[in-house]
């Protein structure tokens, strides 16, 4: 088997590409990645070494590129990650969201068609279902819900399903879709909440809540979101959508407590600042459909997975303090200097 993991140079799709290349050591794994400022070749340092693994440096867009590559390599199975995926970078510049989630996801299914892929797997988000009330702890994101988006990201995320489906309606392309709640762990780009906090943390800097903080996230340990993908594209149906999460919500000012306490540094650290335009309230999945049909459920509990994820940070300092040594200080400026 063959699969191409596209934006497997960050966050979650390197973390798949360890996991595939462990859980089936016969596949032949491709990276498609064309190294955005979290693309990060250090991040696939562990995989370079296997013969089953190649890595090829390309934009997702680059049609040319992408169909003389599936001609290539005459893929059986396509899990596409490659995205903007930050919703304070999409408020700013929304254009390259449009044209990487949208028309890159256009482009690979072209592909898709064109060299017969036996099942093409969009990562997408549960940020397309909108938010829940604060008040209605009752109330959980069915695959059935509409979809409504309330940031530039979460509206490329949610174009990009729609087109997907009418792939599989017009074409008959076999897809299938995974709606994924919020992802912790290793390898994530200090930009995000986690590890951005982490790393204030550890510098006794400000940590930076928006808002009032009682935004709630419902947070999934990444290998339990790689495993979900990996039982999705062996036996989930085509055309179908799933859902992942492992009912793990929690208030931003919760995880940042929690942070703090873990790394010994004085809640006198948090510091409220504007609120985020358009911040959604609360995401909570329920996964009762992947559960039933495939018999996923997350592994990992929240109060191990974060002791893990803070435990990685101190291991791998070199890792993001080389991210934070570039760009990433002049967006750290513009995002939060008057914040
Ligand atoms: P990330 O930002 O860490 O990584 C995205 C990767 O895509 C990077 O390696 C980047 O270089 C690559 N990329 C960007 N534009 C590209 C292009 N035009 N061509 C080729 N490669 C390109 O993102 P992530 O957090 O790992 O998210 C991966 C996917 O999972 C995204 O589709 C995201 O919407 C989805 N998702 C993320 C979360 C989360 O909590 N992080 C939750 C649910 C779903
Ligand atoms: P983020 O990690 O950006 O993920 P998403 O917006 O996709 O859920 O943010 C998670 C939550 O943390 C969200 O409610 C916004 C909040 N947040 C802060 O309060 N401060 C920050 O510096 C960041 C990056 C996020």
Redesign the pocket.
């Given at each position: 088997m063959k699969v191409l993991v596209t934006g497997g140079a960050g966050f979650i799709g390197s973390n798949f590409i360890f996991y595939m290349l462990d859980k089936h050591p016969d596949y032949d794994v491709v990276c498609l990645d064309c190294l955005t400022y979290c693309g990060n070749m250090k991040t696939l340092d562990p995989a370079m070494a296997n013969d089953h693994f190649k890595f090829v440096k390309g934009d997702v867009t680059d049609r040319e590129l992408v169909f003389k590559l599936f001609e290539e390599e005459k893929f059986d199975v396509v899990v596409n990650f490659a995205a903007e995926s930050?919703?304070?970078r999409s408020i700013e510049d929304p254009g390259v969201f449009l044209r990487t989630n949208i028309l890159g996801t256009q482009v690979l299914m072209d592909a898709s068609r064109e060299y017969g892929v036996g099942r093409f797997h969009q990562v997408g988000t549960d940020?397309v279902y909108g938010d829940l009330p604060l008040d209605r702890p009752d109330l959980f994101f069915t695959e059935d819900m509409p979809l409504t988006a309330s940031s530039p990201y979460s509206a490329s995320k949610a174009s990009a399903d729609l087109l997907v489906m009418a792939y599989h309606r017009t074409y008959g392309l076999p897809v299938t879709i995974s709606r994924c709640s919020?992802n912790y762990g290793p390898y994530q780009f200090p930009?995000?909440?986690i590890p951005?906090m982490i790393k204030n943390a550890l510098a006794d800097e400000p940590l930076?809540?928006?808002g009032t903080?009682e935004?709630v996230?419902d947070w999934l340990y990444v290998e339990d979101h790689c495993k979900a993908i990996d039982m999705i594209i062996h036996d989930g149906k085509v055309g179908e959508v799933y859902n992942i999460g492992g009912h793990n919500e929690k208030s931003?000012l919760d995880v940042v407590k929690t942070i703090l306490r873990q790394v010994g540094k004085p809640e006198s650290l948090i510091t409220f600042v504007g609120d985020?335009k358009g911040?959604d309230l609360r995401?909570a999945i329920d996964p009762a459909k992947i559960h039933a049909e495939l018999g996923w459920l997350p592994d990992t509990k929240f109060d191990d997975g974060i002791r893990q994820t803070i435990q990685w940070y101190l291991d791998n300092r070199s890792w993001w303090e080389e991210i934070i040594s570039g760009e990433y200080q002049e967006y750290y400026e513009k995002m939060y200097s008057n914040r």
């Open positions: 930050h919703v304070d940020e919020n930009e995000k909440l951005l930076p809540v928006y903080g935004n996230r931003n985020r911040h995401y």
